[in-house]
């Protein structure tokens, strides 16, 4: 018998499986990972994940692999080419956000050491656990604070399916073999 999943999970996406499985709400708090998730969810933005996710390998290969130092470089003639890449999401606007957004992690990154201790400042390290929903006060507070600092398309969703992605907050459905309510 196959394992129940949430019910968003494209079953016939083996992508998708893989992510729900092994990756999403899982907690992973390396910067860099930090930072692939963070520009992949703001390509989400009008998008289902599912989309997004299917162009994940391509993002890497034209994004430098998600090399933040040579993403912080990227000038016209790099996002003219990345534009013209027919494998990924080719919006302009979200394109020119990523460049800015990467420069902006960069200086929180200084401000406070790392991207996951900006993180844990609103945090304070817990995990939340909640199913059914698209904000909450903790994506509202972050994405309040980067928009204050400049960042685009970091809206409260697009956080709290980030937050949900690495892993912060917890949100696997009560039918799903990997939902729990609390660590044991």
């Known amino acids: 018998m196959d394992k129940k999943r949430c019910k968003w999970c494209n079953l016939k ?3 998708y499986i893989d992510y729900h499985d092994n990756e999403w709400c899982k907690l992973n708090l390396d910067d860099s990972y930090l930072f692939e998730m963070l520009i992949l969810e703001s390509f989400q933005a ?3 994940w599912e989309c997004v996710l299917n162009k994940r390998e391509y993002f ?4 430098d692999n998600f090399d ?28 020119n956000a990523s460049v800015n957004n990467a420069k902006i992690f960069k200086q929180i990154q200084y401000e406070y050491g790392s991207f996951h201790d900006y993180l844990k400042h609103f945090t304070h390290d ?3 656990y909640e199913i059914d929903k698209t904000t909450n006060e903790l994506s509202d507070n972050i ?13 409260s969703t697009i ?5 949900q992605a690495i892993g912060i907050i917890y949100s696997h459905d009560e039918g799903c073999y990997l939902y ?4 044991n």
């Open 68 to 95: 933040i130092d040579e993403i912080c470089k990227y000038d016209d003639n790099k996002i003219k080419s990345l534009l013209l890449n027919e494998k990924i999401i080719r919006n302009k606007l979200k394109i």
């Open 180 to 183: 729990k309510h609390e660590l």
């Open 126 to 128: 817990k995990i939340i």
């Open 13 to 15: 996406n083996k992508l």
């Open 46 to 48: 009008g998008l289902s």
């Open 60 to 63: 890497k290969e034209a994004y």
């Open 159 to 163: 956080i709290y399916s980030y937050l």
């Open 143 to 155: 994405s309040k604070d980067l928009i204050k600092r400049g960042m685009k398309f970091v809206g």
